[in-house]
């Protein structure tokens, strides 16, 4: 059995803190919108902020799953351009990282 990692529950413990971001930013989406012209604009703003953030989240949600199955595959901590190990302060900095800092300049 595999022992789990530092970097492994670190993205865990981040993809279920973004779950549940996303799940509480979609719930805001999903509320009736107000009546009043004024605040409808703001509302909207609001939305706008809303969509923002949750597409980061996204986005940062499919890199941590993509680390994640590179910890299965045996194929975290490699960089996928030039094949070197990523340092430890980088996936310590960048759990998600999938790039040594010198192919990431």
Do not use: F, W
């Not at 803190?17 to 009736?32: A, G, I, N, W």
């Not at 605040?39 to 703003?45: P, S």
């Not at 902020?49 to 989240?57: D, F, M, P, R, S």
């Amino acid at each position: 059995m595999r022992m789990e990692t530092a970097h492994e529950a670190e993205l865990l413990a981040r993809r279920a803190e973004l779950m549940k971001r996303l799940v509480s930013v979609e719930h805001d989406l999903d509320q009736p919108g107000n009546k009043d012209m004024e605040d409808q604009a703001t509302e909207r703003e609001d939305d706008e902020v809303l969509e923002g953030l949750g597409n980061a989240g996204l986005a940062e949600l499919r890199k941590i799953e993509h680390a994640l199955k590179r910890i299965e595959d045996g194929s975290y901590g490699i960089c996928v351009s030039c094949g070197s190990k990523i340092s430890n302060e980088r996936l310590t900095a960048v759990p998600y990282a999938t790039r040594c800092s010198r192919c990431a300049a």
